[in-house]
């Protein structure tokens, strides 16, 4: 990826094309342009960001979850523990690689970091209490001779800028692990490694106490964020008034989205030392990579999971995948049907593709947003559903409106408001004038592209995505004894007595669904449809930044929300109002924000939702009551939930990060793509 770009310095302005790798992002900051240390040149990339950022201080940054730690070398050579280099202060982490060609990747964060370096060498306050971090993700190239040339005079222990490697991929994974941060390395087409990763980019605030206060993807990662969350934390600890570590137990209605489980980061960190790893090592000549092979092949081990064999053979506490008799699960077509799921061209404009409402390393939903958004910031009125084991589902959507994945995909794919193809012949011609599909229907059906072809590939695909062999299955249905802790146990006993929730969520002999794949109604559509507007609404700015907007203001510039009456949408019965589809607990920590709407952001307040007995009103389902659960039965319960998270999440979200993505190549023929 090439670009034209402005350096400014000293002796004034110099115009060039260059290609947009990590040393040009640091703008040569560890070889003179910052010899002088008063001077600061606004690296050409970073843009306005449109609008005035929230005064620190006048929002929170909630608790995400405990800052992970590892082994690392620093760029001076010498082994350290992560954590002891920001403790005590203020930390923004970064993970890198110097080789990266991305502008939206590697060179992105280090530009952002680079322009937070100058405010820090402005703002004495800033210098004094933040510590930058970029730990590169390829150790085999980015040794610490070659941090320490990126980090020019920046080697000391008390530099504010660390730039740090591993001694081996082993201590590079645990960190990666622990931060939920996947890295699969490319190939081309010939299946031989090409030197870049797939990784998704993201970076870390982390305060003194050594919690993480906000991850920053591509969207939301710019200098004056960053700049005002720091402060934000500095005038939080000036005021006394520190977050707790456990914020749990608030009441359902005032749950914020912005209120992220720490349990999707627990529960990543739990299956990164699992089987998948042990399938990574043995004798892989490329075991010395961080993580092991990206997908080659379907049938085949795609960054450690078969996705062939996890259909054929599901993990314990599954039952059998149901299989139509005319769609038959082969290689080639989930080799096709994964292609397509992660193809923008099959919308529109080329922006939107099935990944993109459900994202494979956030539960294949979308953890960012309580409902997803479509083509153009189009909205979408409801949460999307996660793609986990729905080849076991009876009823698709949250109102049950479909019957089969071979063709659920026909609605998004039409919608004005989530892909916007105009129609399918249209959608049709144009994946058959694409050179990259020449061949593959025909392999995998024997017959061009066509309506039947493309939702069977894409549901073979989702047909794939199964996930078990949890602590709980191994505990109860493998018989091992410590696979689960006692509180999670003991939750369980709450899930089937006093709780009851095993009667919409029940547990089988031999496996476990986790749904009666019914519908019920929990007054959420109800109160949404029915209570009185608030005089003002929380609008998220960035995740984890949230302001009060009087709801007057909201209502001139909004659109009105869509009404939404659930399952009566389908079948025209007055008793279906708000009711909608059972979900299954599988994965249930990895798929916030939950409800048909998103609209509670954690387990905890699904479960003080539930604890309280919903929204009563007349067609409420009758199975709804007050519980009574104590504080510790609400923490077991949550417990209990948390070892449902399957053993295979991140081997199956590392195969769909290194999915190739049908882009459209700029200035190039509107059928070409690029697989990057």
């Not at 970029?134 to 020019?152: C, H, I, K, N, Q």
């Not at 990944?355 to 997803?372: I, K, R, W, Y």
């Not at 996930?467 to 689960?484: I, L």
Request: hydrophobic residues 40%.
């Amino acid at each position: 990826m090439r670009g034209t770009w402005v350096s400014r310095g000293r002796t004034g302005f110099a115009v060039g094309r260059l290609t947009l790798s990590l040393a040009s992002a640091l703008l040569g900051a560890g070889t003179g342009a910052l010899a002088d240390e008063h001077e600061h040149p606004r690296s050409p990339w970073v843009e306005d960001l449109g609008y005035a950022p929230p005064a620190p201080g006048s929002y929170r940054l909630p608790v995400i979850t405990p800052a992970a730690d590892g082994r690392v070398v620093a760029a001076g050579g010498e082994p350290v523990a992560l954590r002891t280099l920001f403790a005590g202060e203020i930390a923004l982490l970064s993970f890198i690689y110097t080789q990266c060609s991305d502008a939206r990747g590697c060179p992105m964060a280090t530009r952002v970091l680079h322009e937070v370096e100058g405010a820090m060498q402005d703002d004495p306050v800033l210098r004094q209490n933040l510590r930058l971090v970029s730990l590169s993700f390829d150790p085999r190239r980015d040794t610490p001779e070659v941090m320490a040339g990126y980090a020019g005079g920046r080697t000391t222990r008390d530099s504010g800028w660390q730039f740090l490697t591993t001694a081996s991929p082993a201590d590079l994974r645990a960190i990666l692990a622990g931060y939920g941060q996947y890295v699969v390395p490319e190939r081309n087409a010939q299946g031989e490694l090409t030197g870049n990763f797939a990784h998704v980019l993201k970076v870390f605030l982390i305060d003194r106490q050594q919690r993480v206060r906000n991850i920053y993807s591509v969207s939301f990662l710019h200098p004056a964020l960053v700049i005002n969350d720091v402060k934000t934390l500095l005038l939080e600890e000036q005021q006394g008034g520190l977050v707790d570590d456990d914020n749990r137990y608030v009441s359902a209605t005032d749950a914020r989205p912005h209120d992220l489980p720490e349990a999707v980061g627990a529960a990543l960190r739990r299956v990164e030392v699992n089987e998948v790893e042990a399938r990574r090592s043995g004798a892989d000549p490329d075991a010395g990579n961080p993580t092991a092979h990206p997908p080659q092949t379907p049938g085949g081990p795609h960054a450690g999971v078969d996705l062939l064999a996890s259909a054929a053979d599901p993990p314990l506490g599954l039952p059998p995948v149901p299989v139509p008799n005319d769609n038959a699960v082969t290689e080639a077509k989930v080799r096709l049907g994964r292609k397509l799921f992660y193809d923008r061209r099959l919308s529109l404009n080329n922006t939107m593709s099935c990944a993109m409402c459900h994202v494979p390393d956030q539960g294949f939903t979308s953890n960012e947003l309580a409902t997803a958004v479509g083509i153009e910031g189009r909205t979408v009125r409801r949460n999307s559903p996660t793609i986990y084991n729905a080849a076991y589902l009876e009823h698709l959507f949250h109102d049950g409106r479909d019957s089969a994945l071979e063709t659920q995909i026909l609605g998004p794919m039409l919608a004005a408001n989530e892909m916007g193809n105009p129609s399918m012949g249209w959608l049709l011609n144009r994946i058959r004038a694409m050179p990259d599909y020449h061949g593959l229907f025909e392999a995998a059906f024997g017959r061009p592209a066509d309506v039947q072809t493309l939702g069977q590939a894409i549901a073979t695909y989702e047909r794939t995505l199964v996930s078990a062999a949890s602590p709980f299955d191994r505990w109860y249905y493998g018989e091992e004894r410590d696979a689960m802790s006692p509180r999670a146990i003991r939750g369980f006993a709450v899930f089937q007595g006093k709780a009851g929730c095993v009667v919409c969520h029940p547990v089988g002999e031999d496996h476990a669904l986790f749904t009666d794949q019914g519908f019920h109604n929990t007054g959420i559509g109800w109160h949404k449809a029915m209570a009185l507007e608030p005089e003002s609404r929380p609008v998220q700015l960035a995740p984890g930044v949230e302001v009060d907007v009087a709801s007057e203001m909201i209502n001139s510039v909004a659109e009105p929300p869509p009404a939404d009456l659930g399952r009566y949408e389908v079948t025209q019965d007055p008793a279906d109002r708000w009711r909608y589809r059972t979900p299954s607990l599988r994965n249930v920590a990895l798929t916030a924000p939950y409800m048909h709407d998103g609209s509670l952001a954690t387990l905890d307040a699904v479960v003080a939702f539930y604890n309280q007995g919903g929204h009563p009103h007349e067609l409420v389902d009758p199975l709804l009551h007050p519980l009574g659960l104590s504080d510790d039965d609400q923490a077991a319960l949550v417990a209990f939930l948390n070892a449902l998270t399957g053993d295979n999440v991140q081997a199956l979200v590392a195969d769909g990060l290194a999915a190739p993505r049908g882009e459209m190549v700029p200035d190039g023929p509107a059928a070409a793509s690029s697989t990057r």
